[in-house]
């Protein structure tokens, strides 16, 4: 058995949807050595293999596995939260017990979505940026034609979770973030 046991150790608001709550939770083992099987097994998820995160989208909801703990975000309650946590300790154990049946997958995966971005914006279409809207900088940004660092507002304290949040997703996708 790769991993033994998670611990839900915060429960934050979601910043993606206020109504959903972020989740993190230690772990009691090390687990990057099963990210390159669950890479080539799972459909849509964004793997960086030099940072060592694997972030798994399912319906809507993110959950990002790093070596020694899991983030989960867009979760309804703790119970949800212990229920998804269950799912992925077995996955990850059963994926560990195949990984000689597995051909391991080191690609990126699927692309960061400009959505995925627009959530973790503002929001304000301050046009500070020089772009119209925030939207419009997402669509740059997840085409890697603007620095994150250009959203002036992101960078205040109001914004500093949301700033956070972004900053793991476009390093899990792989994105050079220069703060
Ligand atoms: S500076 Fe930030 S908040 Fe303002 S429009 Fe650009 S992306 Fe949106």
Same mark, same amino acid.
């Given at each position: 058995m790769l991993l033994n046991s998670c611990k839900i150790t915060r429960v934050l608001p979601c910043l993606a949807d206020p109504e959903k709550i972020r989740v993190i939770a230690e772990i009691s083992d090390e687990i990057h050595e099963v990210f390159p099987y669950l890479n080539a097994t799972l459909k849509g998820c964004i793997y960086n293999h030099p940072a060592l995160t694997l972030t798994i989208k399912k319906e809507g909801k993110l959950f990002t596995l790093h070596t020694n703990h899991i983030t989960l975000a867009k979760i309804e309650d703790e119970k949800e939260a212990e229920e998804i946590l269950g799912c992925l300790k077995n996955l990850i154990n059963e994926t560990y017990e195949k990984r000689d049946q597995i051909e391991p997958s080191y690609s990126k995966g699927e692309e960061l979505k400009a959505l995925d971005i627009f959530k973790l914006l +503002?929001?304000?279409?301050?046009?500070?940026?020089?772009?119209?809207?925030c939207l419009a900088f997402a669509v740059r940004l997840v085409g890697e034609?603007?620095?994150?660092?250009?959203?002036? +507002?992101?960078?205040?304290e109001e914004y500093r979770e949301k700033r956070k949040v972004l900053s793991e997703l476009l390093q899990a996708a792989g994105f050079r973030i220069s703060e």
């Open positions: +503002p929001g304000t279409n301050c046009r500070k940026c020089g772009e119209p809207t034609g603007i620095e994150i660092r250009q959203c002036i +507002p992101l960078f205040s």
